[in-house]
T-cell receptor, first 112, second 110 residues
Framework: SQTIHQWPATLVQPVGSPLSLECTVEGTSNPNLYWYRQAAGRGLQLLFYSVGIGQISSEVPQNLSASRPQDRQFILSSKKLLLSDSGFYLC???????????FGPGTRLTVL | GESVGLHLPTLSVQEGDNSIINCAYSNSASDYFIWYKQESGKGPQFIID?????DKRQGQRVTVLLNKTVKHLSLQIAATQPGDSAVYFC?????????FGKGTTLSVSS
């Protein structure tokens, strides 16, 4: 069966510090991968999606970036965090655009 | 901006009641819809989906209804239980990604 992992589960970082969140998927190959952010009490906002190694599409321009160095690895990064980057970050995978997405457990990021 | 929204941000029901959570969408070209359940501090969990060639689909204790004429989607939960308390999101396929609504918080009291 397929599983999706995210780490760390929680993170507290100072403003201006770098960020690296990692997501890995097991039990499938060539998945579509997604990064979402969820602000407190709000819906999910798609940040990036990837259909293959090295292929990244950005949905929202901001100081975050994403990379996919391996087929089942998706990384969310920032060089300098802002207070507004605080939120719950979710990674998801699907086997195509037109099927359901399966979500990881999420990372709670607090920027102070 | 978001093309999917929910009518009510919160819904409170008694244990054993049936719950109905509503969602309106704006893109008439959308052909795939999903309901997700998100418990506090966890990622969204798939509940049920429906494609535009259907108007009803049933799962275990849940039913999704799709009315394409008025672009309305609903999730019905039968015999609601305390474990059903969560935020429920509807989502539609728009282009190459899912677009999520803002969510309805379902609170079930015993």
């Amino acid at each position: 069966s397929q599983t999706i992992h995210q780490w760390p589960a929680t993170l507290v970082q100072p403003v201006g510090s770098p960020l690296s969140l990692e997501c890995t998927v097991e039990g499938t190959s060539n998945p579509n991968l997604y990064w979402y952010r969820q602000a407190a009490g709000r819906g999910l906002q798609l940040l990036f999606y990837s259909v293959g190694i090295g292929q990244i599409s950005s949905e929202v321009p901001q100081n975050l970036s994403a990379s996919r160095p391996q087929d089942r690895q998706f990384i969310l990064s920032s060089k300098k965090l802002l207070l507004s980057d605080s939120g719950f970050y979710l990674c998801a995978w699907s086997d195509s655009y037109y099927n359901e997405q399966f979500f990881g457990p999420g990372t709670r990021l607090t920027v102070l | 901006g978001e093309s999917v929204g929910l009518h009510l941000p919160t819904l409170s029901v008694q244990e054993g009641d049936n719950s109905i959570i509503n969602c309106a969408y704006s893109n008439s070209a959308s052909d795939y819809f999903i309901w997700y359940k998100q418990e506090s501090g966890k990622g969204p969990q798939f509940i049920i989906d429906i494609r535009s060639n259907m108007d009803k689909r049933q799962g275990q204790r849940v039913t999704v209804l799709l009315n394409k004429t008025v672009k309305h989607l609903s999730l019905q939960i039968a015999a609601t239980q305390p474990g059903d308390s969560a935020v429920y999101f509807c989502a539609e396929i728009s282009g190459t990604a899912l677009i999520f609504g803002k969510g309805t918080t379902l609170s079930v009291s015993s």
